[in-house]
């Protein structure tokens, strides 16, 4: 009898003990669960950038282990990654690219990519490249008036009077002409004022040549070409043609040439 009732203690023993450890273990996993689910989301801002990052989420819970994957990799570009302005160590991966991880904080993060092409100057590793002068005396076109006529009697001929760009007080005309019959293309040089340029802008307001390619009822002659070029006071350059113009402003071309000749003086003639 005595034998039965330690035998009965010992078991009821051993039933309470694996039910409380049943018990303290389950208690611990819905804790942890609990626990787990009752963490705070905080958001990542990806500096405009979320989708180069193949698996990125916008947000994460505190303590949770961020791992992603950037893809959008260019040749000869060095790329750094920092988190809330400290740089993240990466991996590489052949299939992946970067490889980035980190622990959430409890609190909104900031990650951004920042990439240099490894081709450019970087001022903060190079010395200064030295700076590059222009030719004093490099010329800019202005306006050019072009003329050529075909299969005439007297032959084949271009002529061409071009205004560049010179000094504050003057601009240099310059005229290139040659006809079939000539072995070399004449050149003449002339030093004028700055009425030239200003005569030949009245003619691009009064035939509105800004506006030809846009006209509708166009024409073009033939037997030769006329071609007008400039560049406008915002830098931008124009070209119109006698191929393609609007019937009723033809007469700019002669008017054009007739201005710019009547510089083609012995007074502003360069020796």
Do not use: Q
């Not at 609990?34 to 989708?51: I, L, N, P």
């Not at 931008?236 to 007469?251: C, F, K, T, W």
């Amino acid at each position: 009898m005595k034998k039965f009732k330690i035998r009965s203690f010992s078991l009821g023993l051993i039933v309470v003990l694996v039910l409380l450890g049943v018990v303290l273990i389950a208690a611990g996993v819905v804790a942890a669960l609990f626990g787990g689910f009752s963490r705070k989301r905080y958001r990542v801002d990806y500096d405009g950038r979320m989708s180069c990052y193949t698996n990125a989420r916008e947000t994460y819970r505190e303590g949770e282990r961020v791992v992603l994957y950037y893809n959008l990799i260019a040749t000869d570009t060095n790329y750094t990654f920092t988190l809330d302005g400290a740089e993240l160590e990466r991996d590489y991966d052949e299939e992946k690219g970067f490889v980035l991880s980190f622990i959430m904080p409890g609190h909104d993060v900031k990650l951004v990519c920042n990439s240099r092409n490894t081709m450019l100057y970087n001022p903060e590793t190079e010395p200064a490249p030295e700076p590059e002068t222009e030719p004093e005396t490099e010329e800019v076109m202005l306006f050019d008036c072009y003329n050529a006529v075909v299969a005439t009697v007297g032959g084949d001929r271009y002529d061409e009077i071009v205004l560049y760009s010179c000094s504050d007080s003057e601009l240099t005309l310059r005229t290139f002409s040659k006809a079939e019959s000539d072995e070399e293309e004449t050149s003449i040089e002339y030093r004028v004022p700055y009425e030239a340029y200003d005569r030949c802008m009245k003619l691009v307001d009064e035939y509105k040549l800004r506006d030809w390619e846009n006209m509708k009822n166009k024409t073009g002659i033939c037997g030769g070409v006329n071609v007008i070029k400039f560049r406008d006071s915002d830098g931008a350059y124009y070209r119109v043609s006698s191929e393609n113009m609007p019937m009723e402003y033809g007469d700019v071309f002669g008017e054009a040439r007739g201005i710019l000749r009547s510089f083609m003086t012995d007074k502003y003639r360069v020796e």
